[in-house]
């Protein structure tokens, strides 16, 4: 029987197993049609179970339309948050809530702490599923904390003394342009967006521009003190590309003018092997479940990871992040 969110809440220990996936609630089904009166009293448990398992999945509302997936997270966290500094496609649904990422399906979306290759990143992440895919199409989730545990500690020591350096090439044709990403069509006022964060801008030929960022590797929870890996130098690296991809771009393009690609913060190339090292301890943490239409997965953006897995059919998942 599943406990309940109440139950959750005053538990003074969590079991070790327990805190590699989301905490599951079945709703009650008086409320399976209105999530924000379901959430009424429980607001203060649903954040006390969030930074205890750092995900939370609820389970059974009816189909959610986005101004009701909206209005509930606006209820349990406050004014949502826009997308800014992106790095992948996604189109505005409804308000401040977004598609998920818009990668083709066959495509695997590694996991990952939303924005953390930038200065800013959502505390916490909704997601809640539309349309199921006929197979495939999970939201897998890593808890970043493990992730930290299963790394090599000299790996580790260096990352955290060196930190992560994002080099992003925004070249027209190749991937997001700089107006999509800042979503600012002023040279000025992207300049004055760089300065203001932190980020090394320079103008290339051809319109091009190329930023640099040194951020954290290693992150510490403000709440829980808890240390977690929290970059993205897998993702953003070229050896995430295909490599029929790779060697194609490799020829024409340095690795400097990529549309995205990541060393360790001295500008030291990362080795293939430590990234490899990397990959496989966030498979080693991943844990998945099929969607259910009208479930919600609230997700503590510091404690877990998220990705996307392949699919088939039309699959249709929205996100709010605050």
Not at 132 to 151: C, H, K, Q, Y
Not at 305 to 311: E, K, N, S
Request: hydrophobic share 35%; with cysteine.
């Amino acid at each position: 029987m599943t406990p309940s969110l109440n139950q959750m809440a005053s538990a003074m220990a969590v079991n070790e197993s327990e805190i590699s996936r989301p905490a599951t609630v079945e709703i009650e089904s008086d409320y399976k049609q209105d999530p924000v009166r379901w959430l009424g009293e429980r607001k203060a448990q649903l954040n006390q179970v969030l930074l205890k398992r750092g995900a939370v999945l609820l389970k059974g509302f009816d189909l959610l339309t986005p101004e009701k997936f909206e209005a509930f997270v606006g209820a349990a966290s406050g004014e949502l948050l826009l997308y800014k500094n992106r790095s992948t496609p996604r189109s505005l649904v409804q308000g401040r809530v977004y598609t998920s990422t818009e990668y083709p399906p066959d495509q695997v979306i590694p996991l990952h702490n939303e924005n953390s290759y930038t200065h800013e990143w959502p505390q916490k992440i909704y997601f809640t599923c539309l349309t199921a895919a006929e197979t495939g199409g999970e939201t897998p989730l890593a808890d970043s904390r493990r992730v930290l545990s299963l790394l090599p500690v000299d790996l580790v020591e260096k990352f955290e003394q060196l930190g992560v350096m994002y080099i992003r090439t925004f070249t027209p044709g190749l991937g997001l342009t700089w107006q999509e990403t800042f979503q600012m069509t002023d040279r000025i006022q992207v300049q004055k967006y760089c300065q203001k964060h932190g980020i090394q801008a320079e103008w290339l030929s051809g319109g091009r521009l190329r930023i640099k960022q040194v951020l954290q590797a290693v992150l510490t929870h403000p709440v829980t003190k808890e240390r977690v890996w929290f970059n993205q130098a897998h993702l953003f690296h070229m050896t995430a590309l295909e490599q029929e991809v790779r060697q194609e771009i490799g020829r024409d393009i340095p690795t400097d003018e990529l549309p995205r690609n990541a060393f360790f913060g001295n500008g030291e190339d990362i080795r293939e092997n430590d990234l490899h090292s990397i990959r496989e301890s966030y498979a080693a943490a991943e844990y998945k479940e099929p969607w259910g239409e009208g479930n919600i997965l609230v997700v503590d953006n510091i404690l877990f990871a998220h990705g996307r897995r392949p699919y088939s059919g039309f699959r249709r998942v929205i996100v709010g992040m605050t």
